[in-house]
């Protein structure tokens, strides 16, 4: 798709960063698990770490667009690395930029932005899933701010993060979202513990665990926005951080599609190259459309958060297409590697294991189509209103 020049060179010169400095560690982060530290510090020294954080509080300022065309390309190379980038930035830092008060900006943001500190978020819970409104984490109101208790599930970068963004039950007496308060909690604080870290089909590199506080003291200062609107404001986090997501299914699909082009002019069968024959240029055209059609919803989302227009339907469009896009990309980009694409040799079979996140992180895709088709009946009865009906001569 076309794009101005500034984003092309910005794509050029994350892309020879994640290819050069990213690249040699994937297979063995894959592999055992481990994510090196280094390459935190290296993303650090280059401001990926804190795209989403304005210059005064020692952020890049980047635009919104630039943020996800970081986590694509990364994401082209180690979709581990595109997640906790975008776990970091979208969920550990926007909050705080978003609706944090000046002293927790000029508290946090620094710090997190330079990679100095890694900041997480914490919203699902083990009895919840995606009823993130059944928070089960009580905060209780003591002298001088917080008692939390509970446990958070599925929380990337919560083995090393330091800054974590939650939610926790302030009003007992309230059901469902109202009620719902958000918290700066800080690694170190008594009753503050993060399980082990969880063995998973795919992004490996990423660290998932649990997050487990037990009467954890929280200060007043540290409550995130006003008391109660915590769940609206991590709903709002969401649908920006879904774009990302969309960002990071689009950088995957493209470097399996990258994979099994390169790979289909290269594999000789019955005389001459595999991209010769129908079967293969299909596949290659169907996969070239599902990329195309994926990153032009992405790019759309997030040029629309980059204008601060509203962007619920459009960002959970984003999600669901790319998400399911990727599917069908990495699944065909084995079946032209063939018995090679199912090995470990090549990085498709990765790839294909990385990729079902996409469709379950930050709202399902079920929960999309939800989201999806909610916002279109609304538009429907402000341009319709009632019953549309033909009337009958």
């Known amino acids: 798709m076309y794009l101005e020049k500034k984003y092309n060179d910005f794509r050029a010169r994350i892309r020879d960063f994640a290819e050069r400095v990213i690249g040699p560690h994937v297979a063995r982060v894959d592999e055992t698990g481990v994510y090196p530290k280094e390459l935190f510090d290296a993303m650090g020294k280059e401001g990926y770490l804190g795209m989403v954080v304005p210059k005064e509080y020692g952020g890049t ?42 002293a927790q900006k000029k508290k946090y943001l620094p710090e997190v932005a330079s990679g100095k500190k890694i900041a997480s978020f914490g919203l699902t819970e083990p009895q919840g899933g995606s009823d993130a409104g059944n928070t089960q984490t009580t905060a209780a109101r003591v002298e001088g701010g917080w008692k939390i208790t509970g446990t958070k599930c599925w929380i990337t970068n919560a083995s090393f993060g330091e800054v974590f963004n939650l939610t926790a039950r302030s009003d007992p007496k309230s059901i469902g979202p109202k009620g719902i308060s958000a918290f700066i909690i800080e690694r170190g604080w008594k009753g503050f513990s993060s399980g082990r870290k969880e063995n998973k089909m795919g992004l ?11 009467e954890v003291f929280c200060p007043e200062e540290n409550l995130l926005g006003p008391e109660g609107n915590g769940f609206k404001q991590f709903m709002m986090t969401l649908d920006t951080g879904r774009i990302a997501i969309g960002g990071m299914a689009v950088g995957l699909a493209q470097g399996a599609f990258d994979v099994a082009a390169r790979y289909a002019k290269e594999r000789h069968a019955f005389g001459q190259p595999i991209s010769t024959y129908q079967a293969i240029q299909w596949k290659l055209a169907d996969m ?64 294909y294991r990385d990729m079902k996140l996409c469709e379950i992180g930050e709202g399902t895709s079920e929960i999309q ?19 549309v009906t033909e009337k009958l001569s």
């Open 61 to 102: 300022g980047f635009e919104f667009l630039e943020y996800v065309i970081a986590v694509e390309e990364l994401s082209r190379v180690c979709g581990s690395t595109g997640l906790s980038v975008a776990a970091h930035n979208g969920l550990g830092c926007s909050p705080i930029v978003r609706f944090g008060s000046e």
């Open 369 to 387: 189509r939800i989201v999806i088709a909610r916002e279109v009946l609304k538009q429907t009865e402000k341009l319709f209103g009632g019953m």
């Open 204 to 214: 490996r590199g990423s660290d998932t665990a649990f997050l487990h506080l037990d």
């Open 288 to 351: 070239a459309v599902q990329i195309e059609a994926a990153r032009h919803l992405v790019y759309h989302a997030a040029r629309m958060r980059d204008m601060g227009l509203p962007l619920v339907k459009e960002a959970a469009m984003a999600k669901l297409f790319s998400s399911e896009a990727v599917r069908f990309v990495t699944y065909e980009a084995i079946q032209v590697l063939g018995g090679f694409g199912y090995s470990s040799r090549y990085p498709v079979e990765r790839m």
